[in-house]
């Protein structure tokens, strides 16, 4: 179970993984080596899945951005398709969804060229009929998980 402490060190590890575990310490108010062992306990848990670097697309050639809605013939939320959308790497997200289509895959390319290919792509998957793509133009923000849900 996840508590107060807990969220508050998820909250300050998400503005920054890299902080020292003393640092996290005199945020909480534990030891150092209590915090150690709590993040440690998270990490077994599953509760942090992984520690990343948030890379800027632009710098790195990918400043295309879409979200495609997946049409299907077949139910697509098993382990074929997860494994075929997992093998395609400018495809950062793939959710199964209930609505006017069976999944939202979100892709992430350099040119709009490179979108065409890719959407050539998913149309491989077994089961996919059509696609409805929206295309980003401008990210006003994108917000890690708060690790402080709402109250009622």
Known sequence: ?????DRTLLAALQTDATQSYATLAGTVGLSTGAVHDRVRKLRQQGVIRRTTVD???????????AFVLVEANAWMGDAPTREALAALPEVEEAHVIAGPASLLV?????????????????FQVEGVTGTQTVVVLESFFERPIDPFPPGP
């Not at 179970?1 to 402490?5: A, F, L, P, S, T």
């Not at 979100?106 to 998913?122: D, F, H, M, N, Y």
Request: proline letters at 6%; zero cysteines; a positive charge.
């Open 106 to 122: 979100k892709i992430r390319v350099g040119t709009p060229e490179q979108l065409q290919a890719s959407l050539r792509r998913l």
């Open 1 to 5: 179970m996840v508590d107060e402490v």
């Open 55 to 65: 890379v800027d697309p632009t710098a790195v050639g990918r400043a295309v951005l």
